[in-house]
């Protein structure tokens, strides 16, 4: 098993390996660097879902950084962006065309990504999977990756992927497609989609209590508001 060992805390967690690699190799990215600049600015919001593949957004990624993280393979999630820039003609490249849109046909991709993922693990490589935030397409592929190759229910690998990145969101139209991908891996249905009164649509459970908490907050203020306005009048 590859997966990445940590605590389970929320408070300040950081993907330390991955941030280690960059702040300790930061003075080779300039001279690894085709850019004239010598100053290259590098977001260090790379997490590291397994030992054979990154997540994270359009604008963490730079060619010396695929480089500093060994990366043999990028998968851009998205319609949108230009190509995503790469070290040398060694690296693999393939791009997923996506909107992030709950009507978007994401599904039909689950497997050929996955597939793509775990022949590079296999192979030794790394694999970095970006969309544009990371936190809807390219955590949606990702999940269904740690569900078709690492036996993981939905709900197991939605926890894990959220425990590594806390962002993630993968739309709604998103979650329901993968609800429907477990029943075709095991047959199961680890999250449901429940109504929501407050957006008029469904949702999957592991989102209802955030937005439970959040028409609580409006509901407050809304009676806080009607109480202040009682007494001017």
């Known amino acids: 098993m590859d997966f990445i060992n940590f605590d389970y805390t929320f408070n300040d967690r950081k993907d330390t390996n991955v941030q280690d690699i960059l702040n300790k ?4 990215v300039s001279s690894l660097s085709s850019e004239s600049s010598t100053n290259i600015h590098i977001n260090l919001n790379i997490t590291e879902v397994t030992k054979n593949l990154y997540l994270c957004s359009a604008m963490s990624v730079h060619s010396s950084t695929l480089q500093l993280l060994g990366v043999t393979c990028v998968i851009n999630a998205t319609l949108e962006l230009p190509d995503t820039p790469l070290p040398n003609d060694r690296v693999q490249y393939y791009r997923i ?3 992030d849109a709950p009507n978007e046909d ?3 991709h689950f497997s050929t990504c996955s597939d793509l993922i775990q022949k590079v693990a296999c192979a030794s490589g790394k694999t970095l999977l970006h969309c544009t935030a990371g ?5 949606t592929l990702c999940i269904a990756y740690l569900m078709k190759y690492h036996n993981f229910t939905l709900l197991d690998a939605y926890n894990y992927l959220k425990l590594r990145r806390p962002i993630i969101k993968p739309n ?3 979650f ?3 609800i ?3 029943v075709e ?3 199961i249905n680890t999250v449901k989609l429940v109504y929501n009164e407050l957006l008029n649509l469904e949702l999957p459970d592991v989102y209802d209590s955030d937005y439970k908490s959040l028409s609580y907050f409006r509901r407050k203020c809304k009676n806080s508001a009607d109480q202040n306005i009682k007494q001017l009048s």
């Open 97 to 99: 065309s996506v909107y």
């Open 180 to 182: 429907d991908y477990e």
């Open 25 to 28: 190799n930061v003075e080779k």
């Open 106 to 108: 994401i599904k039909q």
């Open 176 to 178: 329901k497609q993968l």
């Open 185 to 187: 891996l095991y047959d």
């Open 172 to 174: 709604c139209g998103f």
């Open 135 to 139: 936190v809807s397409r390219s955590a």
